[in-house]
């Protein structure tokens, strides 16, 4: 039996999703960690509640250097672009981005994510 899914998750590699061979049933996978996990786990959702820890101390700083990326559907023509934040700041694939170096869809994502 694996462990239930806890609220926080801590390890030095970030958490990922497998498929267990035995079961055929998601398992997150963080070190030497292994939780039980239902369809509806996200990696993002894995990703926001890990800390990065080394020799069993959390490393918060890691966190920001961690690129964060989200998909963001257009209202107006229903294409996805990807949002993404790292340490050179925010960036979005759709056109207006590229011309003025910001978007609704940053903006979008910074207001539902806090960032
Ligand atoms: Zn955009």
Redesign the pocket.
Known sequence: MYNALPEKIQSFMPPIIIKSPHTGKPLAVAGDQWFAIDETVTLDYLRSIWTRTVGGKAVEENKNVEKKEFQ?ESSRTGEV?T?SFGMSGAH?T?A??GFRRK????DKVRKENSL
């Open positions: 963001v672009y949002v979005c759709c207006g981005y978007c609704s869809h940053i």
